[in-house]
């Protein structure tokens, strides 16, 4: 029969089977980073170049590393392939990467915070605050002329604005629990999706209605190489690196508030921090591509799933997990029933609903 350990080449000792996991597990989350990395560059360039007016791989590989490192020199295709590939399809690809990835560490973040499964970064009230600023933008003109960029200027005050009630509602003699915040996030959107709804009535602009169940469902339409995407870049891989960085506290906290004591983390000020950098990052992000549910849900299961449940994995591998699944969503979004595009939130819904009823089933029968 097979042993439980292996033999060092270099004391001839057994290898106890703890660190024979460990190894195995750092070998997997690096052919998975390997593998989403380069999955990611291919989804990137098939995704620029498919659409109404076709570019070929070898296209669109050449039109970008002409305009990043200047190679090819000469160029020998269109010019209208050359401004679809560059000004139109790669800025709308890279603010859906950049989106995707967001949208899926932050929901790492929050089911470990509020330590449930079935949390995204939506309960927080996030989305629904961004939507009402978004809403108030585009019915009532608010902030035009005074911002240059006013609909992702007031869609991202009115996430900061929902945060900060979600986190007051929350605390409580100076504390704020996991179940205080779930439950008020969830007020707090629903608060919020009602201003949205009134806004829209006592518009009564039908074009304006229109316009804003459509960033209520989401959309990458608005993407180009101006100052937000810059912001969003900024914005996501710094949370990125943060909550790699904060990976042990992230696995102390996930387990319960006593252990994170015992492992020196102080969970009241450390929830504190990763409520303000979940709402900055979903903020940041709804501001630029309206609201997109269900991939801060669905993807740190399948990350999980891939590499464990240590967090210092499970953030690494969610962000091009997400990335790729938002960058294909939108490609379905604006293809399927070409010219015309449908909200990029109905794909991510249509695919996330039954993963969530397959998942509450499961928690069901583990309970039962």
Do not use: K
């Amino acid at each position: 029969m097979a042993s439980d350990t292996a033999v060092r080449p270099a004391t001839g000792q057994p290898t106890p089977p703890d660190v024979l996991g460990l190894r195995a597990s750092r070998r997997r989350t690096t052919l998975w980073l390997v593998g989403l990395t380069l999955g990611l560059v291919a989804t990137v360039v098939v995704g620029v170049g498919v659409g109404a007016f076709s570019v070929p791989a070898g296209t669109v590989a050449q039109v970008i590393g002409h305009h990043l490192v200047g190679w090819p020199a000469e160029r020998t295709w269109s010019a209208p392939a050359d401004a679809i590939v560059w000004q139109v399809r790669l800025p709308r690809v890279v603010l859906g990467a950049l989106v995707g990835a967001g949208l899926a560490i932050c929901g790492v973040a929050l089911q470990a915070m509020v330590r449930n499964v079935l949390a995204d970064p939506y309960l927080l009230g996030v989305n629904s605050g961004a939507s009402s600023g978004a809403a108030a933008a585009i019915l009532f003109g608010v902030g035009v002329g005074y911002v240059e960029y006013a609909l992702q200027a007031t869609a991202f005050l009115g996430a900061l604005a929902a945060s900060l009630l979600v986190f007051l509602v929350a605390r409580s003699a100076g504390r704020v629990t996991s179940i205080r915040l779930l439950l008020a996030g969830v007020a707090v959107g629903y608060a919020l999706y009602a201003l949205t709804s009134f806004l829209i009535f006592a518009s009564g602009s039908a074009e304006g209605a229109r316009s804003v169940m459509f960033w209520l469902l989401g959309s990458l339409a608005l993407a180009q190489w101006n100052v937000p995407l810059a912001i969003v870049a900024v914005v996501v891989v710094g949370a990125v690196v943060l909550l790699t960085a904060w990976g042990r506290r992230l696995d102390a906290l996930s387990i319960g508030d006593e252990t994170a004591h015992t492992l020196g983390v102080r969970p009241e000020r450390f929830r504190l921090v990763l409520l303000v950098v979940v709402a900055l990052c979903v903020g940041v992000v709804v501001s630029a591509s309206g609201s997109i549910g269900f991939v801060g849900l669905v993807v740190p299961h399948l990350a999980r799933r891939a590499v464990g449940g240590r967090h210092v994995r499970v953030v690494v591998v969610a962000a091009p997990m997400g990335a790729i699944l938002l960058i294909w969503a939108d490609v379905l979004a604006r293809t399927l029933f070409a010219p015309q595009e449908i909200p990029i939130g109905i794909i991510t819904s249509l695919v996330g609903a039954p993963f969530l009823l397959v998942l509450i089933r499961r928690l069901h029968a583990t309970s039962a």
